[in-house]
Nanobody, 124 residues
Framework: QVQLVESGGGLVQAGGSLRLSCAASGRTFSGYARGWFRQAPGKEREFVAAISSSGSTTMYADSVKGRFTISRDYAKNTVYLQMNSLKPEDTAVYYC?????????????????WGQGTQVTVSS
């Protein structure tokens, strides 16, 4: 089994920054891609960013490209999502997920394990 625990969410004003963390425990961390998704109230869960197992490939949703950065620390078994220039429309519960293999994916079906989520609220 794999356990994923997100942290770092909170309330921030528009234009501000937050860094989300996703700590993993259980099965081997380094061999799997990792992703971030988010779900706003009344909306479907959507892809935000993903990173390959090697860290060499990253993918971003158009809505966050240039503002968010995904990275991973193998020593800490942790993936990060640095969020800058936050907008009210970024308000959502953010979920970390571990993929079924080493390739980053934009669809939820490509991920086998999910965290509980962390709330991000951006005020205008």
């Amino acid at each position: 089994q794999v356990q994923l625990v997100e942290s770092g969410g909170g309330l921030v004003q528009a234009g501000g920054s937050l860094r989300l963390s996703c700590a993993a425990s259980g099965r081997t961390f380094s061999g799997y891609a990792r992703g971030w998704f988010r779900q706003a109230p009344g909306k479907e869960r959507e892809f935000v960013a993903a990173i390959s197992s090697s860290g060499s490939t990253t993918m971003y949703a158009d809505s966050v490209k240039g503002r968010f950065t995904i990275s991973r620390d193998y020593a800490k078994n942790t993936v990060y999502l640095q969020m800058n220039s936050l907008k009210p429309e970024d308000t959502a519960v953010y979920y970390c997920a571990q993929a079924t293999d080493n390739l980053p994916r934009t669809t939820q079906q490509g991920y086998a394990y999910w965290g509980q989520g962390t709330q991000v609220t951006v005020s205008s």
